[in-house]
């Protein structure tokens, strides 16, 4: 499954958002139903399971940015960068982790240089995104013609294509 599939308000909102309880359960009813892991969700939203409460799940916060700082996660999908860039294989983890170094130098790299992040947007919300598979599917030529074959002539292309001109100004992500 895609990012997107629980978290679609990413693509719409600067906020990626969190699903309320009864969507959560609506697949968990099929995908690990029985796991541990998804006995709070059953306890919020399952009448049927012992210790049934109605109570909202607690969700913890795992990306917190400091007051003075924004992000816009609707900006950076829709222009491609994908969401593992910054939280890494999430539909992997276990328990959820704070992204890799979400700190003020990490960010400014990534918009100095953004090229290594660049995908299709289709496939931005891909949590198993590779641009070696996706090359060797997909037939993409640059402007004069020549088979793109690399992820760095793909997000190179990309920046051209969609005229991505990341500011590194302060005001960018400081309100």
């Known amino acids: 499954m895609g990012c997107t599939s629980c978290h679609a308000a990413a693509l719409r909102s600067p906020r990626a958002g969190i699903p309320d ?20 969700l059953r306890v919020a939203a399952d ?14 916060m795992v990306n917190r940015l ?9 900006a950076h ?12 294989d999430a539909a992997g983890m276990e328990v959820m982790k704070a992204p890799r170094d979400a700190r003020m130098r990490w ?7 953004p090229v290594p992040h660049l995908r299709p947007l289709e496939e931005a919300a891909s949590s198993h995104y ?16 020549r088979r ?20 590194t100004d302060c005001s960018t992500c400081h309100h």
Request: proline share 7%; glycine share 8%; charged share 15%.
């Open 21 to 40: 309880t009864k969507s959560c359960l609506g697949c968990h009813q099929h995908i690990l139903p029985n796991s541990p892991l998804i006995a709070p």
């Open 47 to 60: 009448p049927q399971f012992p210790g049934y409460t109605g109570e909202p799940v607690r969700w913890v």
């Open 66 to 74: 400091s007051g003075h700082a924004y992000f816009n996660h609707m």
């Open 77 to 88: 999908l829709n222009r491609g960068i994908g969401c593992t860039s910054c939280h890494e």
């Open 107 to 113: 960010c400014l790299d990534c918009h100095r240089n």
């Open 130 to 145: 590779s641009a070696a598979d996706y090359l060797r599917t997909h037939s993409v030529h640059d402007e004069e013609g």
């Open 148 to 167: 793109i074959s690399t992820q760095h002539q793909l997000g190179e292309y990309l920046k051209r294509q969609w005229k991505i001109q990341p500011k």
